[in-house]
């Protein structure tokens, strides 16, 4: 049974950083794509990061910059470190593994693409 468990999220103020970490287990972690999504209250679930089993980066224009993604494939656990936030950064944030053999920049992007989604942690950027 494969599991992504989020952790890290919490309240902060606008210009502050944090670390959000997801454990992954049931599935061979070397062979997935991992992703970040968001998703704040009202709108459409946002990409937000992602990086290949080559440990290739993708992040999304409204973070790059500012976020960075990575992986530990010895933990199975992917990162985000999340820098410079601002109050437009608050959201739930989600964890996704993707099985695909490729990956590219537009198809990282797609919440479809992935087949394993963790349960989400609240990130909350105050003024």
């Known amino acids: 049974q494969v599991q992504l468990v989020e952790s890290g999220g919490a309240s902060v103020q606008a210009g502050g950083s944090l670390r959000l970490s997801c454990a992954a287990s049931?599935?061979?972690?070397?062979?997935?794509?991992m992703g970040w999504f968001r998703q704040a209250s009202g709108k459409d679930r946002e990409f937000v990061a992602a990086?290949?089993?080559?440990?290739?980066?993708y992040h999304g224009d409204s973070v790059r910059g500012r976020f960075t993604i990575s992986r530990d494939d010895a933990d199975n656990t992917v990162y985000l470190q999340m820098n410079r936030l601002k109050p437009e950064d608050t959201a739930v944030y989600y964890c996704?593994?993707?099985?695909?053999?490729?990956?590219?920049?537009?198809?990282?992007?797609?919440?479809?693409?992935?087949?394993?989604w963790g349960q989400g942690t609240q990130v909350t950027v105050s003024s």
């Open positions: 990086i290949n089993w080559m440990g290739i980066r």
């Open positions: 996704a593994a993707d099985r695909s053999d490729t990956a590219t920049t537009s198809t990282v992007r797609h919440a479809y693409e992935y087949d394993y």
């Open positions: 049931g599935l061979i972690f070397r062979d997935y794509v």
